[in-house]
């Protein structure tokens, strides 16, 4: 110590050093809304076109699953077969690398690609990385004129996507455009061709062509053949044996692609442009690049067509943290006045140079634990400077002391901080051991509240380095320089302040002692009964957000074109609107739903499925209010349309409070399942059940006249591939006009949307005139010795019977086996026991094969407590083990603990009385506390055990003299942690009222306790096993 004191300026000036990087930090910290928290899901997909689901399950699903299960690292997994396309979703376990897992599925895949049909596509392998909406912007007016801004808007997408801190954006409402070659059966038979001649010719052509180069001796030359480009060149290219030009026999023509999405922002037809930010990025630096290119694109938009800046997380970044950074400023100057009313102006000085300096070198580390400046890191700087406060307030405050008591300059530093380090460092690693824990957490919540405990072990290791040799530095060089006259009341509040030491040690001390069983056991007894109020106490694990937007989910039933769903909405949407004052705005979004605008989206969209986006008056609702008063209005006047109104939550997605999967081999048999279960669950109080299989679609099936085919020679994939192309076609490859990407797809004509289908309408030739191939997929077959005369057409009427009946819309899967998943919501208090006795019933009467599991969001709440459960046990053994070091007793620890119990009792009746929701964060500062509060109880303990193996003084004296020294700084550090965060607990925020509420109740609850039942229990514990202890020694 002494080494440093005689180079404080040195030192000093490599402190301030190390401030400026940590100024620096701070400035260059990403700032976002709420932390990142990383989905760990990969999506495994697969395009089989033309299939229907079982074959899609059967064909692709099954092989696939089949890989991936022998692979270590994936803690779920979920499939959907769906037509022409199978979906698997994999969950990363945690602490898996995802590179080195995804190569390893790739590789599983690439292996089961091997047995898929030959027109299967490649499988897709992709991480679903983090990438939250930035801004949203809505293009609104002519719509002949948004039409044409296909070319301007993907022009505008890579202007964007190439500025730096951009993932990618995504448009909606849009409709692109794709060359649909039509093929006309009556010119096909006037020029004696086949489809199959058609798509071959196709195919071919889209080969490269490469005649090589050729030398003439003197120079090398490339050999070319001059072709026309695009969209011409089809219409030229050449067909069939008899080399037929494609204009001839088709239409090759730029049609609309089939919409995916429809989006109307205020009735008006409109185009979603949304830019979406990647991982780590700063929200306003980036925010501002893109917005700048963006509103250049608006300056230059057609006079029918207006821009609006829809949503920006940047506008949302800058208000929150105004207001956090407000209450962080209200949480420096609480640290100046606190200490300036029990300190001298350079001691309290001293100490917010110190806590100062503890924040800014605490920062400098937080980059490299993948924290970046968000709500929770904030609201973590303003705990911390409450806490910081402590450590430089205990050493200035005994270094005075020291000062007092008539030790030089030098001597008075070192003895300061040598009297109480030991306290310093003790309760100091029992906070960093409270709170590392909480980087154990798993999941979402663990990456919610990561920046939490980061944030205050970074800042309080700091403390406590700083405490230890930047006050006593500071107080060394102005001592050494002239002796001053040490005050006995420093402060504006010294007077007061002395007279309650003296009051405290003099009287309430003294008359504790005289009845330290009545004030030990009492206390305890009044502590137990607090902790009773929890029952009465609100619980909300994450509360929703004070924001204006609210979001409505609508499923309707499978088979619903897109029109019909967005005629439906727009109705419902328009409806709410007029009866309802409140609402200031609305979108929708009819197809796949939000761009994951307002932490919202849909699972198994399609045409049947959109959102809306209600904007309401937050100074006459809010939103549960509104979603209170609509939602079961909404699904009374629509019993058919499955209708789900929800805001924006505080924290990781949550989902159903009970979620029930039944699994099987039969999809038939588990849909009957599924449906009892359905019917018992509303019959005992779910209000509203939906599950992931849907109901069954109307389906027309095509049965196989096996003796006609046989008879003329005809090959049923040569009748399924005609089926295909005269519905839904047959895509082929990308082509590019200039520079522009169009699919090209081959149909042919004769079906007409919203006509009945007849199959006499349409012929194929018998085999002793043309081949059987596989048309429409895969190799074609050569066509037969064609036979003279004209070819011999059979009807496909006479090959098909079609039959009306009812198809799957999908095949779900969980781990392999066929699933579905049921989701119940209800309101009722016993709502998660009544749908587990519904599941109890159901167990008894499944078939052998069959199996019922349950889950939801009270599962998952009811594990989280669970793991915090075993956490905080960890951080009380971790606890005691520090003190139990430090006092080298088994039994002294056990005293400092019950301040921590204290703390808990406070923490409940501050939450009870304050009506204030037991959350997530709640419980975080249930658990802050075990930290916090034992300092108080560490110190004064430490004081007393210093003083008594003096033995200068007798049991009751050194408990006085201790309870004298110490209520100062005990006071005064607990009114700055109180005063920090009172800004915090009057803002209104539902996510860390919570959260100031515990920590401020707490720490008052545990204070006014601690200094009246730790001494009595002390002496208690003294009388007991020290004092016995101390007689064994003497015999």
């Known amino acids: 110590m002494q080494y440093i004191l005689e180079r404080s300026k040195l030192f000093i000036f490599l402190i301030l050093i190390l401030m400026l990087v940590g100024v620096y930090t701070f400035l260059t910290l990403p700032q976002r809304e709420i932390p990142e928290t990383p989905p760990g899901l990969v999506l495994v997909s697969t395009i089989l076109p033309g299939a229907e689901p079982e074959e899609v399950e059967t064909s692709i699903t099954n092989p696939i699953e089949r890989q991936l299960q022998s692979i270590d690292g994936i803690?779920?997994?979920?499939?959907?077969?769906?037509?022409?396309?199978?979906?698997?979703?994999?969950?990363?376990?945690?602490?898996?690398?995802?590179?080195?897992?995804?190569?390893?599925?790739?590789?599983?895949?690439?292996?089961?690609?091997?047995?898929?049909?030959?027109?299967?596509?490649?499988?897709?392998?992709?991480?679903?990385?983090?990438?939250?909406?930035?801004?949203?912007?809505?293009?609104?007016?002519?719509?002949?004129?948004?039409?044409?801004?296909?070319?301007?808007?993907?022009?505008?997408?890579?202007?964007?996507?190439?500025?730096?801190?951009?993932?990618?954006?995504?448009?909606?409402?849009?409709?692109?455009?794709?060359v649909v070659i039509e093929l006309d059966g009556d010119a096909l038979a006037e020029n004696q061709l086949q489809p199959f001649e058609v798509l071959e010719s196709l195919r071919q052509a889209n080969q490269p062509l490469s005649l090589g180069t050729h030398s003439d001796g003197e120079q090398q030359f490339v050999l070319t053949v001059q072709q026309s480009q695009g969209i011409e060149k089809l219409r030229e290219l050449q067909v069939g044996q008899a080399a037929v030009p494609l204009a001839d026999v088709a239409t090759v023509e730029l049609a609309e692609v089939p919409a995916e999405d429809i989006v109307t922002f205020e009735g008006e037809q409109a185009i979603s442009y949304t830019v979406f930010l990647q991982t780590g990025q700063d929200v306003p630096s980036v925010d501002d690049r893109v917005s700048e290119v963006i509103e250049g694109f608006n300056e230059d938009l057609p006079a029918g067509i207006s821009a609006e800046r829809y949503v920006s997380q940047a506008e949302n970044v800058n208000k929150i943290f105004s207001s956090l950074y407000i209450s962080l400023l209200i949480a420096v100057l609480a640290v100046l006045v606190v200490t300036t009313a029990g300190l001298t102006l350079y001691g309290a000085f001293a100490v917010a140079l110190t806590v100062l300096a503890s924040v800014l070198i605490g920062l400098i580390p937080i980059p490299s634990l993948g924290v970046d400046l968000n709500q929770i890191s904030v609201i973590g700087l303003i705990i911390a400077i409450g806490i910081l406060v402590d450590d430089s307030i205990v050493v200035n405050d005994n270094i005075q002391r020291r000062y007092k008591l008539g030790d030089n300059a030098m001597a008075g530093a070192i003895n300061g901080v040598r009297e109480v380090y030991p306290s310093i460092v003790s309760s100091s690693l029992a906070i960093v051991v409270t709170f590392s824990p909480l980087l154990l957490l798993s999941g979402g919540n663990g990456a919610f509240i990561k920046a939490l405990p980061s944030i205050l072990i970074t800042t309080i290791l700091a403390s406590t380095v700083l405490s230890i040799t930047l006050v006593p530095m500071m107080q060394y060089l102005r001592t050494k320089r002239k002796k001053r006259k040490i005050s006995d009341t420093p402060g504006f509040l010294g007077k007061p302040l002395e007279k309650l030491a003296q009051v405290y040690s003099g009287k309430v001390l003294k008359g504790v002692l005289k009845r330290p069983w009545l004030t030990g056991i009492g206390g305890l007894v009044i502590a137990t009964a607090l902790l009773s109020l929890a029952l009465f106490t609100p619980f909300e694990f994450f509360p929703e957000a004070d924001r204006e937007e609210v979001t409505m989910n609508v499923r309707l039933a499978e088979g619903t074109t897109i029109e019909e769903t967005d005629a439906f909405i727009r109705e419902v949407t328009q409806e709410v609107a007029q009866e309802d004052g409140d609402v200031n705005e609305t979108a929708v979004f009819t197809g796949e739903g939000l761009p994951n605008l307002f932490a919202s989206s849909m699972d198994n969209t399609g045409a049947n499925t959109g959102q809306v986006a209600f904007r309401i008056d937050r100074e006459a609702t809010s939103a549960s209010a509104f979603i209170d008063k609509w939602e079961p209005e909404l699904r009374e006047r629509y019993p058919d349309a499955e209708i789900f109104l929800d805001t924006i939550v505080q924290g990781p997605p949550v989902g159903a409070p009970v979620t029930v999967t039944a699994t099987g081999t039969d999809i038939n048999e588990l849909a009957a399942l599924r449906d009892t279960l359905e019917e018992e669950m509303l019959a005992n109080g779910a209000t509203v059940v939906t599950d992931n299989l849907g109901a069954a679609v109307p389906a027309i099936e095509y049965v196989p006249e096996q003796g006609a085919l046989e008879d003329n020679g005809i090959a049923l994939s040569t009748v399924t591939n005609q089926l295909q192309l005269l519905t839904q076609g047959v895509p082929l490859y990308t082509l590019y006009e200039g520079q522009t990407p169009y699919e090209v797809v081959l149909k042919q004509a004769g079906i007409t949307e919203g006509e009945p289908i007849d199959l006499a309408d349409f012929s194929l030739p018998a085999s002793n005139s043309a081949a059987s191939g596989d048309e429409a997929g895969g190799e074609a077959g050569p066509p037969a010795a064609a036979q003279p005369g004209p070819p011999e057409l059979i009807g496909l009427d006479e090959l098909l019977t079609a039959q009306e009946t009812t198809a799957l819309a999908q095949v779900p899967h969980k781990s392999g086996d066929r699933a579905i998943t049921l989701r119940a919501f209800g309101e009722a208090d016993d709502f998660e026991a009544q749908m587990l006795d519904v599941v109890d019933n159901a167990r008894a009467d499944l078939p052998a094969g069959y199996e019922l599991s349950t889950g939801g969001e009270n599962s998952d709440q009811e594990a989280f407590f669970a793991e915090i459960g075993i956490l905080f046990l960890v951080v009380l053994l971790l606890v005691y083990l520090v003190i139990a070091f430090q006092f080298k007793s088994?039994?002294?620890?056990?005293?400092?603990?019950?301040?921590?119990?204290?703390?808990?009792?406070?923490?409940?009746?501050?939450?009870?009385?304050?009506?204030?929701?037991?959350?997530?964060?709640?419980?975080?500062?249930?658990?802050?506390?075990?930290?916090?509060?034992?300092?108080?109880?560490?110190?004064?303990?430490?004081?007393?055990?210093?003083?008594?193996?003096?033995?200068?003084?007798?049991?009751?004296?050194?408990i006085i003299e201790s309870g004298y020294a110490r209520i100062k700084p005990i006071v005064l550090t607990s009114l700055t942690s109180i005063v920090a965060l009172l800004p915090v607990a009057f803002s209104g925020d539902p996510l860390f009222e919570p959260l100031a509420v515990t920590i401020i109740a707490g720490l008052t609850f545990s204070g006014l306790f601690t200094l009246v039942m730790i001494p009595a229990l002390y002496l208690l514990f003294h009388r007991i096993v020290i004092a016995r202890k101390e007689k064994k020694q003497a015999a």
């Open 890 to 958: 088994f039994g002294l620890p056990f005293l400092v603990l019950i301040a921590v119990y204290l703390g808990i009792s406070g923490a409940i009746l501050g939450l009870f009385l304050t009506q204030t929701p037991l959350s997530f964060l709640g419980v975080m500062g249930i658990v802050s506390l075990t930290g916090i509060v034992v300092r108080n109880a560490v110190v004064l303990i430490d004081f007393v055990e210093a003083r008594r193996l003096t033995g200068d003084f007798n049991i009751e004296e050194a």
């Open 75 to 178: 803690a779920s997994m979920n499939s959907i077969s769906a037509n022409s396309a199978s979906i698997i979703t994999l969950e990363i376990e945690d602490g898996v690398e995802p590179e080195g897992l995804i190569n390893t599925i790739q590789q599983q895949t690439q292996r089961a690609a091997g047995s898929f049909p030959d027109q299967a596509q490649d499988t897709s392998v992709e991480k679903l990385d983090l990438t939250f909406p930035l801004v949203s912007y809505m293009f609104y007016g002519d719509e002949a004129e948004l039409a044409e801004l296909e070319g301007p808007l993907a022009d505008l997408s890579d202007e964007v996507e190439a500025v730096s801190g951009v993932a990618g954006t995504q448009i909606k409402g849009l409709n692109g455009e794709q």
